[in-house]
């Protein structure tokens, strides 16, 4: 006979099985397309037990957002602990977070659709800016760690957000050109950029 689970077991199922099929929902159909409705639906929930988890379609979002930043934490963190500071440790810390990036471009454009739509709702835009600044606060750790303290020729924090930005303005020039900057010219010029400089 199955065990019986609990409620607060059952809650948390509720809760996972609906957090897979957002994203799921999300990305097929982006920010403005989705709906709790169909999110209920896909999961074979009622719309109700969606609100007893998530306030709004945006908690739901954050929450993946929250999700996302923890998982990437725990990857940078185990690859700079394999490898040590030095200049092999940051490349090899750019190259895997520029792959993670470019294997979920679906993701990449509902992040900055999201951005879009938050930035115009005051309390969704405080939340998200939280929830960002814990992603750079991450990112600057990992840079941290795979840098040391003289590698870089600015600080790791500003180093975590060029890497932000390229990931996101690329992810907006391939919109219109699915070939632009091919990542083996963009790791490329990443690589020449933290190469050593070369005495005369």
């Known amino acids: 006979m199955p065990t019986r689970l609990t409620r607060a077991e059952q809650t ?14 999300f990305v097929e159909r982006g920010y403005a397309g989705a709906t709790l409705d169909a999110i209920a639906r896909e999961a074979g929930f009622s719309k109700g037990v969606v609100y007893s988890q998530f306030a709004s379609k945006a908690d739901l979002l954050l929450t993946l957002l929250e999700r996302r930043i923890e998982d990437r934490a725990r990857d940078n963190a185990r ?12 490349r090899a810390l750019v190259r895997a977070n520029r792959r993670r ?6 993701w990449m454009r509902l992040t ?9 709702e005051p309390d969704v835009a ?3 800016a939280r929830v960002h600044e814990r992603a750079l606060d991450a ?6 760690d795979a840098a040391g303290p003289d590698l870089l020729p600015v600080g790791a924090r500003t180093f975590a957000t060029f890497l932000f930005a390229l990931d996101l303005g690329m992810t907006l020039e391939r919109a219109a050109d699915a070939g632009a900057l091919p990542d083996r010219d963009v ?11 070369s005495t005369p």
């Open 126 to 128: 405080a939340r998200y």
């Open 187 to 197: 790791l490329t010029i990443l690589d020449h950029l933290l190469a050593p400089e």
């Open 12 to 25: 948390d199922r509720n809760r996972e099985a609906l957090l897979e099929t957002a994203r799921t929902v």
């Open 112 to 120: 900055i659709e999201f951005r879009l739509a938050a930035a115009r």
């Open 79 to 90: 690859s700079t602990r394999r490898t040590g500071p030095g200049p092999d440790a940051l």
């Open 139 to 144: 990112l600057t750790s990992a840079v941290e």
């Open 101 to 106: 990036s470019a294997q979920d471009t679906a």
